[in-house]
């Protein structure tokens, strides 16, 4: 196998790996608009595994690319605008990794969004509960209360 070869099939392995990511990302954005925040654990175990995967087969291609002597993007641009197959095979990753990368923003975004307002709730919720609390002989505000009857109480 020739090193354009390699570099290609590097390429599209990795390619593939995005193309995994981006379905779980996709799977992610779906749970977190509908609210289904019990599917989020399974999905961020699996996409775990698969940026693992991912992050050895980026490893191999940028060891082959090392070997070339292609140290940066647009070296690696240049080196394949004569290959064809290896100049597509190039602009397909690119183009998957930078969905991938908007994706992944795009929910981290939703979820900060989602903590804030968990956030707020609780601050409005405690606010709440202090204004409803009396205050002791020494200043202090009682415990918050949670009536019902004591034991042994008629």
């Known amino acids: 196998m020739t090193e354009t070869e390699q570099f290609i099939a590097c390429c599209r392995e990795e390619t593939e790996m995005v193309s995994r990511l981006l379905a779980l990302l996709e799977k992610e954005q779906g749970a977190l608009v509908s609210g289904d925040v019990m599917r989020l654990e399974p999905i961020a175990e699996e996409k775990l595994g698969v940026l693992r995967d991912l992050n050895e087969t ?3 291609r940028q060891s082959l690319t090392e070997q070339l002597g292609l140290r940066s993007v647009g070296a690696v641009r240049k080196w394949a605008a004569d290959k064809p197959e290896a100049c597509t095979a190039w602009i397909v990753l690119e183009d998957s990794m930078r969905r991938a990368q908007i994706l992944n923003q795009h929910n981290g975004r939703r979820i900060q969004e989602g903590l804030d307002s968990t956030q707020r709730a609780l601050k409005a ?6 204004s409803v609390m009396g205050y002791g002989r020494d200043g202090s505000q009682g415990a ?4 019902g009857r004591h034991l042994g109480s008629a």
């Open 125 to 130: 919720l405690k606010a709440a509960a202090s």
């Open 144 to 147: 918050l209360p949670v009536g």
């Open 58 to 60: 980026g490893r191999a």
